[in-house]
């Protein structure tokens, strides 16, 4: 991949990544919900992507691309994290939509995606519709397919946590998994392994699963 500064969409599974050497990354997380208070672009066919910024969201690209300079400076990341925290302030739109899917997410990953998507919707007052159109508009995913995420990264947080291994069956059911069949198809097909062969060491994930 050429160096520049790339946008990646909201992730449904795990994606294979080749560092060569010589080779430098820097990753920025943002909220889900962050885009939406930057651009009026539609964020629907954003997941899974990986697309340099400058043909997917090229009004942010001109104050953003300086970021990967800065990655192989003196600085380093300290510098890329302090350009974006100067500069995303200064693009929030005046006409920001209403944090409806800041409220909703926050609320998911308090729940850690178990809660029903009728019942958020009574919680924050609208109708499932109107979420599902947030969602799909702001993060490109339905909100089943968020909750599913998070609950899935909610298993990889605790079968990577310290301490004697739990039954895979006791954390399905703690997170939400109510059906063995379903949780081992819904790991599956984010993590690409069963959960019984996940090792931890062979991934790259963020410090705690609230940003995805």
């Not at 820097?26 to 990986?50: N, R």
């Not at 969201?57 to 953003?64: K, V």
């Not at 400076?73 to 302090?82: D, I, K, L, M």
């Not at 069956?169 to 984010?190: E, K, P």
Request: glycine share 6%.
């Amino acid at each position: 991949m050429p160096a520049t500064t790339y946008f990646c969409g909201q992730a449904r599974a795990s994606v294979d990544v080749v560092i060569q050497p010589r080779t430098l990354v820097t990753m920025v997380q943002l909220h889900p919900w962050a885009l939406t208070s930057l651009t009026e672009q539609s964020l629907s066919d954003s997941a899974d992507g990986i697309i340099p910024l400058a043909e997917f969201l090229p009004e942010l690209s001109p104050l953003l691309l300086p970021s990967y300079q800065l990655a192989s400076g003196p600085a380093g990341e300290a510098a890329v994290v302090e350009h974006i925290s100067s500069v995303l302030p200064t693009l929030v739109r005046p006409t920001a939509p209403a944090p409806l899917l800041q409220r909703a997410c926050q609320r998911l990953q308090q729940v850690q995606g178990c809660l029903a998507i009728a019942e958020l919707a009574k919680e924050l007052q609208c109708s499932s519709r109107t979420l599902e159109k947030h969602f799909r508009q702001g993060l490109g995913l339905t909100p089943k397919e968020f909750t599913t995420v998070l609950r899935v990264r909610g298993v990889v947080d605790t079968l990577q946590a310290p301490g004697p291994p739990l039954p895979l069956a006791q954390v399905a059911l703690a997170h939400g998994f109510y059906d063995q069949a379903h949780f081992i198809h819904a790991f599956r097909r984010m993590v690409q392994l069963s959960p019984g062969r996940f090792n931890v060491e062979a991934y790259l994930l963020p410090l705690t699963g609230t940003g995805y």
